[in-house]
């Protein structure tokens, strides 16, 4: 079992910064391709940016510029730190892992084996 804990959520207002952690436990192996997706409410989880082992990033349209996906392989963690937030951006983020090879673009919320519980950003206009 692989265990993904998220962590730095808040609360803050537009055009602040914020950075968020997810550290990943458990059977985990290499290679290992990390994502975040965001859900505001409604239905839909969108995906926001992901970085892959050999650290190619991708990103949303709506936060390139503004976001950054980074990774530490020794802490098994990625970061996502997000700057010029506003209140579009509100929701909940969640962080997933593929292991092994990728069989589908990691855009795609059917490209990961395991989500975290997902952390709360709530940016105020």
């Known amino acids: 079992q692989v265990q993904l804990v998220e962590s730095g959520g808040g609360l803050v207002q537009a055009g602040d910064s914020l950075r968020l952690s997810c550290a990943a436990s458990g059977r985990t192996f290499s290679p290992y391709h990390m994502g975040w997706f965001r859900q505001a409410p409604g239905p839909e989880r969108e995906f926001v940016a992901a970085?892959?082992?050999?650290?190619?990033?991708y990103y949303a349209d709506f936060v390139k510029g503004r976001f950054t996906i980074s990774r530490d392989n020794a802490k098994k963690t990625v970061y996502l730190q997000m700057n010029s937030l506003n209140a579009e951006d509100t929701g909940v983020y969640y962080c997933?892992?593929?292991?092994?090879?990728?069989?589908?673009?990691?855009?795609?919320?059917?490209?990961?084996?395991?989500w975290g519980q997902g952390t709360q950003v709530t940016v105020s206009s």
């Open positions: 997933a892992i593929r292991m092994g090879p990728l069989l589908t673009t990691v855009t795609t919320m059917s490209a990961y084996d395991y």
């Open positions: 970085i892959t082992w050999t650290d190619n990033a």
